[in-house]
């Protein structure tokens, strides 16, 4: 990840204290921004000249003990076409929850969010067309979760 300008730094510290410290490393995995400041996190970007929507992608954590549930977690990319740097962040949520959208931002959020719903079962609120992309509409399950078995038989290829 490439670090941000002090003056895009500044803007977004101001707007996001917990999310992005004043000084010092942002973490180098991203940042972990919490689900309601998702979209304004991302069109602060946006506005401080990140508009390539680069991609998203949605992980499974399966719970670690008695006192955690499943979680997902969404990284998202942009970067700047100016300079070429990319930015992204993390959004990590119960997999009973939703992410929004950032469709109404970036277009190009439209095919990978479905992608992500399709394969890993993320709901991203606010989408306009939230429905299976790559799989059949009558697939069980999501075949991108860590409890979904490799060897799942599904006619007519198993």
């Not at 973490?27 to 996190?41: K, Y």
């Not at 549930?69 to 990590?92: I, M, N, Q």
């Amino acid at each position: 990840m490439d670090e941000l300008a002090p003056d895009t730094r500044a803007a977004l510290h101001a707007k996001f204290p917990d999310v992005i410290p004043a000084e010092g490393d942002v973490d180098s995995q991203g940042p972990v921004v919490p689900a309601d400041q998702h979209l304004a996190f991302a069109e602060a970007l946006k506005n401080a000249g990140y508009r390539l929507y680069i991609s998203c992608v949605g992980s499974h954590w399966p719970a670690a003990g008695d006192d955690e549930e499943d979680r997902y977690e969404v990284a998202t990319v942009l970067r700047h076409p100016d300079d070429g740097k990319v930015f992204w962040w993390r959004v990590s949520i119960a997999t009973s929850a939703t992410v929004p959208s950032l469709y109404p931002l970036f277009g190009g959020a439209d095919w990978q969010e479905r992608e992500q719903f399709d394969l890993v079962g993320v709901v991203f609120d606010g989408h306009p067309d939230l429905r299976r992309l790559m799989m059949p509409e009558d697939w069980p399950g999501h075949p991108l979760r860590k409890e979904y078995a490799i060897d799942t038989p599904h006619a007519p290829w198993r």
